[in-house]
């Protein structure tokens, strides 16, 4: 598991033209609400394209736990057959949820209702992350939770006998509360409802949807307000997981700043909670091109064709975080390419990510010589126009993206670019070394 294992220091080094096609795999969302979503509905859920990541195989691993059947059949290929909305069984040990704050999460919101207790932990990430936040409503429906100082793993929960229905406005722009809210909901009679300020990605509303139980969004002087019909009977589904665009963006950015380089990136999805990123890039004058434009399972797919671009700092809307809230440090390292000031306000939640991502990126940005500004809730990254020092490693605090985002980096700058440890790559993209070296790119595990 990510994080338990020993460090895998790695190194990226000034590239020749990135091109070839990028067959990037399934969303981690997506992945994440497939598996419980399954594990919630008596019958057969068939699953293809999941992401294999350490993150998803921990959530499966968990469903088994909670008295699911899960199984793997092939390549991307997995049947759940699931227990029921409120069946869930009382798992025999502590969940290990690895590093996945949505597994951990989600998987919280859906057991508080059902009467049954289990414990969960995850790595030293995981473990440093606040829980509160979904603590706080999951004991508004019954819940009780016994756990380290600020609600913490590892942490008890014990499931809601008599789950009372919860009217609960978010004070996070998160969907992973929105979502652990909605599974809580399920197994509660009568109405949930959950208001979140700023609309994050919908793929539960979507999913709940799809799987048959009643739910609606309107928008309220309040803001987004989401009603689900509690104890609703769910149908098994057919799911094709669309390819993840928040791993999609590594490529994109790598190609818009190795010199010459021309990729494709298929089937993209461009669901407008999850696309931020590329209009961002778009205003910054990148040069992608939305190709073969279509629908499917419901939402937008594309693919996208990306070459390298002279590229513009901007100011990105601040309410446009939610949208690209995964993408700031892929971002701000192509912001460090580009000519002049791009500023990144409106980002506090970066810092209860896999790791405080605002640090992480402005520590690992001023060792590769960029010039940055900080605060509470922004970044400010000077573009150097193209000539990006390098010639350090980077701190990934077991964080994936952060990973991932030096080592693109370092496929641009004048000197090589090192990252302490590469090993939480595994819980998010797991093919990221191949795929990335069959676009051209100079790669390397240390110690190889
Ligand atoms: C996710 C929600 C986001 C995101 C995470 C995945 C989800 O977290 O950062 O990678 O699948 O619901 P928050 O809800 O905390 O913003």
Known sequence: MAGHGTPIPMTARKSPPLKGVAQIPGDKSVSHRSLILGALCVGETRISGLLEGQDILDTAKAMTAFGANVERVGDGDWVVNGVGVG?????????????????????????????????????????????GRILDPLMLFGAQSVGRTGGQLPLTLVGAREPVPVRYTSPHASAQIKSAVLLAGLNTPGETVLIEHEKTRDHSERMLRGFGAEIETVKTAEGYQITLQGQPELKPQTIAVPRDPSSAAFPVA???????????????????????????????????????????????????????????????????????????PILSVVAAFACGKTVMRGIKELRVKECDRIDAMARGLETMGVTIEEGEDFLIVHGQNGDVAGGGTAQTHLDHRIAMSFLCMGLATQKPVSVDDGGAIATSFPIFEDLMAGLGAAIQRDNH
Do not use: H, K, W
């Not at 289990?118 to 030293?124: C, E, L, N, P, R």
């Open 87 to 131: 069946g869930f069984a009382e798992p025999e040990d502590v969940i290990d949820c690895g590093n996945a704050g949505t597994g951990v999460r989600l998987i919280m919101g859906a057991m508080a209702t059902c009467p049954i207790t289990a414990t969960f932990t995850g790595d030293a990430s995981l473990r440093s992350r606040p829980m």
């Open 254 to 328: 790598a190609a818009l700043i190795v010199e010459g380089s021309d990729i494709l990136v298929p089937n993209i999805g461009l669901n407008p909670t999850r696309a931020g990123l590329l209009t961002t890039l778009s205003e910054m004058g990148a040069d992608i091109s939305f190709e073969n434009v279509r629908t499917e399972g419901g939402e937008p797919v594309a693919d996208l064709r990306v070459r390298a671009s002279a590229l513009q700092g901007i100011e990105v809307p601040p309410d446009r975080a939610p949208s690209m809230i995964d993408e700031y």
